[in-house]
């Protein structure tokens, strides 16, 4: 891990420039799969650079050009679990559901409840849980290479960390099915016709694109970029009430924002606004 004061764990890099927070994960060698404290710790890291004053875009991607996140790394080391019984069976009722909240759903809501838009930099193979961080994000750029997997029923387990909560929401339910019961490999092209992924691009050209965005992003109101996030994510659940409620609520707000003040004084003088972030 680099940068002051971020949360350090192996296999998670954290790097600022510009106003953009690049994390990656990098263990190729088990093609970017999560051990459980890397899972963790690429939680906390999400969840830093949402409260980082110097981050305004954050650009989620993995190392190397095979694969973005192959999911979790069953073979890799566990977390210590608290001392049972000695009778106690090896997994108690409600173990298996305590897991998938405080692991991968917590990976999840902290992509999907971050304050600044998250950036999917797909550059190979997103698979399983993979796949899900990619739904996750809020733009995806892929790698013509790049492909999406939902290989859950391959291994005769349930989707999990969210699966069936975000991809209906992208793409309906009858086309999720079709993923999720076919487990077929989804090339990004097809990615993109589905609404998936934003851009598909060669991959001599993913970082020139991704850039494209997050200088785009680095240099918009950060705080009206968030409230529009919560907005849109928030749509799926509201009911026309609600919703109004909310816009009024997020707009009130964002009125006590130097950025606000800052683009209705652009507008006054005819000038190009010079957002600060905040």
Known sequence: MTDHAAPSTDGITYVVA???????IDATDVGNSLSPSMRDGLTEVIEWASSD????VI???????????TGANLGGPQKPAPERPTDAPERLLGDGARMIRRGWQRLIASILDSEKPVVARVNGTAAGGGAHLVLACDLVVMSDTAKLVEVFVRRG???DAGGAYMLPRIVGPQITKELMFL?????AERCRELGIANRVVAAGELDACVTDIT???AAAPTKALGLTKWLVNRSHESSRHTAFEEEAFAQELLMSSSDFQE????FRDRRPPEFRGW
């Open 59 to 69: 650009v989620l991607t993995g190392a190397g050009e095979r694969h973005f996140c």
């Open 53 to 56: 004053h110097r981050v305004r």
């Open 263 to 266: 683009g209705l004084a652009a």
């Open 215 to 217: 200088t785009r992003l």
């Open 183 to 187: 487990a077929d490999d989804v090339p």
């Open 157 to 159: 387990i349930l989707p």
């Open 18 to 24: 510009d106003g953009v927070a690049t994390i990656t």
